[in-house]
């Protein structure tokens, strides 16, 4: 079987189960549904089918659903209609398929008039010569279209699924407005305390230390008449103090923006980043040395990109990672894929939960996906005006 028919025959296959759990789900909802037409468990169901659809469509799973709690509940009875009306055509087909592939050797030692299927279509079995000819023509037709129909069917019912479950232009925006108050709030937090680390670092470090550095210059310069080897052990432990002080303040300025933005760019940091890597590391960054980045945003995205490096070398048992990042009129965009264990989860650490908090900040996007087994894929859109 050539990529296409394996290709084909995988999508029949997900969309027989997608078509059949949507069936068994809709006849559930007719029992359930007064629980289900409360609003929370409404959403709740919602945002699952909504997973589904996108896990079908092979889309990034999204969240929690956010929209109207009357179109969620339109959305149920369009779901319980058309998963109903779906489902029937797939057992119709698949189930006909089947039953007949099994009646028709067996025409014999059934009773007479058993119809091959037995799904009302299905076509009466008398000899031989009916079960070879029509019985095999049935097989084939129902196969047929269980190969070709399941899948398209599969693709509109999630294609509906996701249409009627997306936020509309307005609720977007209040999603988005909502968000970035949130983040807005924050980052305030988090610079006020980074504001707080730097000044303790300052003031215990390097401020202790140029205190010290003051003091040994003033022994030294009132002893320079009077003993000039203290004098000049003064001055040498002032010379060391002034390094140390110096490696101080290259630390905490690091933390803050990191030098190697300022002195090579986003594309030359993150080839550093690259080399750096604890484990083998494969850089797209296409014409990305060509053209200018806000510094906030060069900031996001090389803070995003070294947190993803590291958490797949610490945690992911990866191999190798993949990073690609593009410039795409006003966004930015990172991707970082590795070959590891998958299962990230963002409510363990702080390192995932801190890469959505930098991007959200800056009105971005933060999609992880990460199964079982593997692979993982963080991808990033950052606005970028140019």
Not at 69 to 84: H, K, Q
Not at 95 to 115: E, K
Not at 136 to 144: G, H, M, P, W
Not at 162 to 178: D, G, I, N
Request: aromatic share 4%.
């Amino acid at each position: 079987m050539n990529h296409y028919g394996a290709s084909r025959l995988s999508a029949m296959w997900r969309g027989l189960g997608y078509l059949l759990g949507s069936l068994l789900t809709a006849a559930v909802a007719l029992f359930a549904l007064p629980v289900l037409i409360v609003p929370m468990t409404a959403r709740a169901w919602a945002s699952w089918h909504r997973r589904r659809a996108d896990r079908l469509l092979r889309s990034p799973c999204s969240g929690p659903v956010h929209v109207g709690t009357w179109r969620v509940l339109g959305w149920l009875c369009t779901c319980i209609v058309s998963s109903l009306a779906f489902g029937l055509v797939v057992v119709l087909c698949a189930g006909n398929a089947v039953a007949t592939a099994i009646t028709v050797p067996l025409w014999w030692a059934l009773p007479a008039g058993t119809r091959a299927g037995g799904f009302a279509v299905g076509v009466p079995l008398s000899g031989w010569g009916t079960a070879l000819t029509l019985g095999t023509a049935q097989v084939v037709i129902f196969s047929a279209l269980t190969y070709w129909l399941v899948p398209l069917l599969a693709r509109v019912h999630a294609r509906m699924c996701v249409a009627l479950l997306s936020p509309s232009a307005a609720e977007k925006l209040a999603q988005r407005v909502e968000t970035l108050t949130e983040t807005r709030a924050g980052a305030m937090n988090a610079h006020g305390a980074e504001l707080r680390r730097i000044e303790r670092d300052l003031h215990d470090g390097t401020q202790a230390r140029l205190v010290a550095i003051a003091m040994r210059l003033g022994v030294a310069r009132e002893s320079l008449s009077e003993d000039p080897q203290m004098v000049a052990r003064l001055l040498a432990e002032a010379h060391e103090s002034t390094e140390e002080a110096m490696t101080e303040l290259r630390a905490v300025i690091r933390t803050i923006y990191p030098p190697i933005l300022a002195d090579r760019g986003l594309a030359g940091a993150l080839t550093a980043l690259g080399t750096r890597s604890a484990i083998d590391t494969t850089l797209d960054i296409g014409g990305l040395g060509t053209i200018t980045i806000p510094a906030a945003v060069e900031a996001v995205a090389y803070f995003t990109i070294a947190e993803a490096l590291t958490n797949a070398a610490k945690h992911s048992q990866a191999t190798r990672t993949t990073v690609r990042v593009a410039h795409d009129g006003d966004r930015l965009s990172i991707e970082v894929t590795d070959d590891g264990v998958g299962g990230a989860d963002e409510t363990l650490g702080t390192g995932i939960a801190g890469i959505r908090h930098r991007v959200l900040a800056l009105d971005g996007t933060v999609h992880i996906h990460s199964p079982g087994g593997g692979p993982t894929t963080i991808t990033v859109s950052l606005p970028c005006g140019s």
